[in-house]
């Protein structure tokens, strides 16, 4: 149990002992940290039925827990506030039992849930780019902090390999090799290896995208073969299971290089055949109905304050859309995975889309009420113009490229503060790159999600400030600290009784963990444990800037002290373990 928890147990009681609910002992961090370090305000709240005046009903409450061992003092003030100051005995046990548990004492749900993390998103034949990067980053995250909790996680990409744009990209290869097999009809046998290559498709792509958008006839003809492929003309499938494994391949290593691993690498294209079945489900509901030769289901309803149109499900030549196998594949993830919740990482812009395909699922009985799903929407990342990152040329930021400038970033940042100077070439260029990760999570993960932020990689590499690189060199530098402690024959000890103000507002902070853990997981906000963590890691470098733990004098302090910065190097490491990022073991 959290230490706010146990406090709002024990000023509960108080409560409950005079006849009142016992939620007005709910405690929070103080808002004014010289008059206590938690204050409870339930006294304001509870003092029309307790028919007392707020203060009077605060006054007793700190008078019933203010002799308390726990407490150094309890003091009703203003209005009707409950501050509440710790006994330094208590204080250091509690953090104590934090460094002896397991799990640091995070928190642990009592009701494991299994939650499917839709994130990443890429699509066949383009590159990965700087749109993939905040979902990717936010998603495994959230998907770190629910496994963390003890939720089962299964992390699904959900690669875009089955709608319009497949079309579009066979026509552009016929275009470029008629003469290929994939296009004969009468063909069995086709090339064993791709045409194209992933570059190829990338640059292919936009240009047959244009091409039918000034063309109705070549529109028409890609809207045939994504059909035809769907409906599973053997050729369009060779070629189209190429392309998706060139696409792959490179996505799966730029992920890889970003340190982010899926369970699962299902596609829209893995629910084709439930479809058909799947409509015919929703068909049930009475919902269903035809527009125009299309197939679509009536979603909006009477209190909509924005009207929602109807969903297609189908095409009037009977094509699957975006949303057709968005639906498919809750079926699926509910009937065959299991899932409890879905949660989709996926940029705001995507709303519309989600809200449709979620009040679809929901009115035609698709999902059973009790099974959660979620549109976790984010803002865009920006270049120093405000406007959505783009190259210098305007063009689209691979996401190999961007991770390549904050590499660079971060290795002339490492050279001109002197660090990893000595090191062998490889281990400095391993420093680079972890360095310029944590720069750019952090980066994105310290906004909120749904926020815009500006990329900014000299800021974001810099190793002051709330940034990735100064939490990662807060952890090098308590592992230093501590072996060259165990150099001198020191370990660390039990810790007693704070000695000095920074090192007991170093061990309040970390008290606060499971809150921020708990409310980032509950709000599917991770840039709440970013901003813990760098309080955290202030409250280390105060700490250790204020009391020279090395050269203590007190043993038993300098013990204590060294116990402290374990279990902040502790936790901070675990926090950031959450957040995807990596920690050198030195730099
Ligand atoms: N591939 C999609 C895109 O690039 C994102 C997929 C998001 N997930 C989903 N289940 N729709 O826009």
Redesign the pocket.
């Known amino acids: 149990m959290s230490l706010i928890s146990h406090l709002g147990e024990v000023f509960g009681s108080a409560f409950q002992e005079l006849g009142l609910d016992s939620e007005y002992g709910k405690v929070f961090p103080s808002q004014r940290p010289e008059l206590g370090d938690f204050q409870c305000n339930g006294a304001l709240a509870a003092a029309r039925s307790a028919r007392q005046p707020p203060s009077r009903l605060a006054t007793t409450v700190a008078e019933m827990t203010g002799t308390d061992s726990r407490f150094q003092s309890v003091t009703a003030a203003g209005p009707g506030f409950v501050n509440i100051k710790l006994s330094d005995g208590f204080l250091a046990e509690w953090v104590e039992d934090m460094a002896s548990d397991s799990h640091l004492g995070a928190p642990r749900v009592s009701r494991p849930l299994h939650i499917v993390v839709?994130y990443g998103?890429p699509?066949v034949a383009k590159p990965m780019h700087v749109g993939h990067l905040r979902s990717t980053i936010i998603g495994d995250a959230l998907a770190r902090i629910f496994a963390r909790v003890g939720h089962r996680v299964t992390r699904d990409p959900?690669f875009?390999d089955w709608g319009t744009q497949m079309g579009m990209l066979i026509i552009g290869v016929r275009e470029r090799f008629p003469q290929l097999a994939y296009f004969d009809c009468n063909a069995r046998t086709f090339p064993a290896r791709s045409p194209v290559s992933l570059a190829d498709l990338a640059e292919m792509y936009p240009q047959v995208a244009a091409e039918c958008a000034a063309s109705p006839q070549l529109a028409e003809q890609a809207r045939r073969a994504t059909l035809e492929l769907q409906e599973g003309r053997p050729g369009y499938r060779a070629l189209w299971k190429q392309m998706v494994q060139v696409s792959l391949e490179s996505q799966r290593a730029d992920f890889a290089r970003l340190g982010v691993e899926f369970d699962l690498w299902y596609g829209e294209s893995t629910v084709a055949d439930r479809v058909e079945g799947m409509i015919a489900r929703m068909e049930e509901s009475g919902l269903v109905t035809e527009s125009e030769g299309a197939t679509v289901v009536e979603v909006a309803m009477a209190d909509d304050k924005a009207p929602l149109p109807p969903l297609m499900l189908c095409k009037s030549d009977g094509a699957a859309l975006y949303a057709t196998t968005?639906l498919a594949?809750i079926e699926m993830r509910v009937d065959d995975l299991g899932a409890d919740s879905i949660l989709?990482v996926?940029d705001a812009r995507?709303a519309d889309h989600f809200r449709g395909v979620f009040r679809a699922a929901r009115l035609t009985g698709l999902v059973p009420p009790a099974v959660g799903l979620e549109h976790i929407g984010f803002g865009t990342m920006n270049g120093p113009d405000g406007r959505p990152f783009r190259t210098r040329e305007g063009g689209v930021v691979r996401l190999g490229d961007l991770i390549d400038q904050v590499t660079e970033a971060a290795r002339r940042r490492l050279e001109e503060n002197d660090m990893a100077k000595a090191y062998p070439e490889s281990e400095r260029r391993a420093v680079a790159e972890a360095v310029g990760l944590a720069a750019l999570k952090f980066g994105d993960l310290s906004t909120h999600r749904a926020s815009n932020y500006v990329f900014d990689p000299d800021r974001f590499v810099s190793f002051s400030g709330k940034t990735g690189p100064y939490l990662q060199y807060g952890v090098v530098r308590i592992r230093s600290l501590l072996a060259r402690a165990a150099r001198q024959g020191l370990a660390p000890g039990r810790l007693g009784p704070p000695a000095h103000p920074a090192e007991r507002r170093l061990m309040l902070a970390l008290t606060l963990m499971p809150e921020a853990i708990n409310r980032a997981a509950s709000e599917r906000a991770p840039h709440h444990l970013a901003e813990y963590c760098y309080r955290v890691a202030v409250g280390f470098t105060r700490f250790y800037d204020q009391c020279h733990i090395l050269s203590e004098p007190d043993p038993g302090r300098r013990d204590a002290w060294l116990g402290l910065a374990d279990i902040t190097g502790r936790v901070l490491s675990m926090l950031l373990d959450i957040l995807g990022i990596d920690v050198p073991d030195r730099m």
């Open positions: 839709d998103g699509n959900h875009g968005d594949t989709y996926v995507q």
